[in-house]
T-cell receptor
Framework: GQQLNQSPQSMFIQEGEDVSMNCTSS?????WLWYKQEPGEGPVLLIA?????ELTSNGRLTAQFGITRKDSFLNISASIPSDVGIYFC????????????FGGGTRLMVKP | SQTIHQWPATLVQPVGSPLSLECTVE??????LYWYRQAAGRGLQLLFY??????ISSEVPQNLSASRPQDRQFILSSKKLLLSDSGFYLC???????????FGSGTRLTVV
């Protein structure tokens, strides 16, 4: 089945630093999504990407849909303490099941 | 607008006791529904999904079962809980075959 490798697994950074995380897949996807999960809450959708090469921003967050359709990255600029959480990538191929495949998550910790 | 409700928020249950977690969605019809489990600080494990009333698919063999007695109601159950059933349980929904998942706020289950 499809698998997503998300890296890094965790990051501990200083407030103000930029953050970069990525996901790679063994097969192509037609949709890439990025979620953030804060402690004790369900994941919340941050950015959705629907086209190869697409670059989308949401405030300090920027995500790109890789041109090979097998990868995506998420950048966070000028991190702040409230960026703390687990970030998940998810991909979907438009087959009959239309299931999302999730990456293993990147735990982000920000030191004030 | 669509909303998803999941309860209870936290639950402490003894080993061998039954379990019933409920999830309901408002403001939409015929959604796809999902149950995920998340171990502490880990990724999302898909347990069950449903594309319609009484249509349940199980992703992993386990001590749990799911039911969908109504279009917008999804129930996760167990007859006898095990210690290994502890975790954070998340319900999610989406429009049939389109877009990202919207997650509920989760239930923290501790089996003692």
């Amino acid at each position: 089945g499809q698998q997503l490798n998300q890296s890094p697994q965790s990051m501990f950074i200083q407030e103000g630093e930029d953050v970069s995380m990525n996901c790679t897949s063994s097969s192509i996807f037609n949709t890439w999504l990025w979620y953030k999960q804060e402690p004790g809450e369900g994941p919340v959708l941050l950015i959705a990407l629907y086209k190869a090469g697409e670059l989308t921003s949401n405030g300090r967050l920027t995500a790109q849909f890789g041109i090979t359709r097998k990868d995506s990255f998420l950048n966070i600029s000028a991190s702040i303490p409230s960026d703390v959480g687990i970030y998940f990538c998810a991909g979907q191929y438009n087959n009959a099941g239309n299931m999302l495949t999730f990456g293993g998550g990147t735990r982000l910790m920000v030191k004030p | 607008s669509q909303t998803i409700h999941q309860w209870p928020a936290t639950l402490v249950q003894p080993v061998g006791s039954p379990l019933s977690l409920e999830c309901t969605v408002e403001g939409t019809s015929n959604p796809n529904l999902y149950w995920y489990r998340q171990a502490a600080g880990r990724g999302l494990q898909l347990l069950f999904y449903s594309i319609g009333i009484d249509q349940i698919s199980s992703e992993v063999p386990q001590n749990l079962s799911a039911s969908r007695p109504q279009d917008r109601q999804f129930i996760l159950s167990s007859k006898k809980l095990l210690l290994s059933d502890s975790g954070f349980y998340l319900c999610a929904w989406r429009i049939q075959g389109a877009g990202g998942y919207t997650f509920g706020s989760g239930t923290r289950l501790t089996v003692v």
